[in-house]
């Protein structure tokens, strides 16, 4: 099924500029053939008619094509709908300017000796959402498009422009004040389904693809110098991630601060306790987003049932078991 979704089922942004959209997107008469056909198409949405709550789309050859309010999105059951049933106003409006998907169903003259395209983004979103994400389950890797980011977490596109939430706290094991220090907005990303709610809310995470403890503690050796970012500053300590899934504890001192790069010297690496000891060198400017590398490839592993960060033999263990029924009971607890 994953290799199924990731073929016809895209993030908006992503399927614009392929080959055979752009082959789809030439003239009127291919447009004629993607509706016959049943298509779904990418164009980037120019403009929002605010008293119809109308959309209109670029389309070829002086063509017209809008998406009328009936048919701007598709709400899954069990989810919140607005005016009509369909998607809220806002999330109407926001598409000004960006890339939709949408199927067209019909090509027609608009009695002034012009055409017009009349498509539905619902359309494609509904099939996108039958055929595919409504059969995720916990443990699924699927590509995603960051679409907004917020202090609680971030907002994903999972496919056709149907969202799902990746939560702060599933985006690293190294923690993080805001997804922004992880990710930017449009950003292209793997995430793996981290539970499923009945209503057919899905949740994400992320930090399973980053690798194991030991797996980021491999690339640094005791007796090295290396860059990191401060992160928290406590009384005992100061936390620096020179990972996303690796962070280690320097003494306490003045001037660190955190989201500030800095250097630090590396004491020594214990995969028995899971500890990581520096000594801080020297404190920088602040940090922007910094880049991240997948440990887990979705050719060869399209579904996980069970990760464990911590090393064998630590006392402390920390995994992710991708359960339905416990994911399920997580997220639930976490929305209480």
């Not at 789309?57 to 049933?85: C, Q, S, T, Y």
């Not at 498009?145 to 609680?152: C, D, G, K, Q, V």
């Not at 992320?206 to 005791?222: I, K, P, V, Y």
Request: proline letters at 6%.
């Amino acid at each position: 099924m994953q290799g199924i979704r990731r073929a016809c089922y895209l993030p908006e942004g992503e399927l614009r500029l392929t080959p055979e959209n752009r082959a789809a997107m030439r003239s009127r008469e291919s447009i004629e053939e993607a509706a016959r056909r049943g298509t779904i198409l990418e164009s980037v949405c120019l403009l929002c008619d605010c008293a119809t709550m109308q959309l209109t789309v670029e389309m070829p050859d002086g063509m017209r094509g809008i998406i009328p309010r009936a048919e701007a999105g598709f709400v899954p059951p069990g989810l919140e709908a607005g005016e009509g049933g369909g998607p809220k106003d806002i999330a109407v409006i926001t598409r000004v300017g960006k890339p939709v998907q949408f199927k067209v169903l019909d090509v027609r003259e608009d009695g002034r000796g012009s055409w017009v395209a009349v498509c539905s983004r619902r359309a494609a979103q509904e099939e996108c959402w039958r055929a595919a994400v409504s059969r995720l389950t916990p443990g699924d890797i699927l590509p995603a498009r960051i679409t907004h980011l917020e202090p609680f977490g971030a907002f994903c596109d999972i496919g056709c422009g149907l969202v799902s939430l990746l939560t702060v706290d599933r985006v690293s094991v190294s923690r993080i004040s805001h997804p922004a220090d992880r990710f930017r907005q449009g950003e292209r990303i793997r995430a793996v389904v981290s539970s499923v709610l009945d209503n057919g809310r899905i949740y994400l995470s992320h930090r399973e693809l980053l690798g194991t403890w030991e797996e980021n503690a491999a690339q640094f050796s005791a007796g090295q110098t290396v860059s990191g970012i401060i992160r928290s500053v406590e009384t005992y300590g100061v936390f620096v991630e020179l990972a996303p899934n690796l962070a280690g504890l320097a003494e306490s001192t003045d001037g660190a601060i955190p989201g500030h790069a800095c250097s630090v010297y590396i004491k020594s690496i214990l995969p028995e306790r899971m500890k990581v000891k520096l000594v801080l060198i020297d404190v920088g400017e602040e940090a922007g987003v910094t880049p991240f590398r997948y440990f887990i490839d979705p050719a060869e592993t399209p579904r996980l049932t069970r990760w464990r960060y911590s090393p064998e033999g630590c006392r402390k263990v920390v995994e992710s078991v991708f359960d339905a029924e416990d994911a399920a009971e997580t997220a639930k607890a976490y929305l209480k």
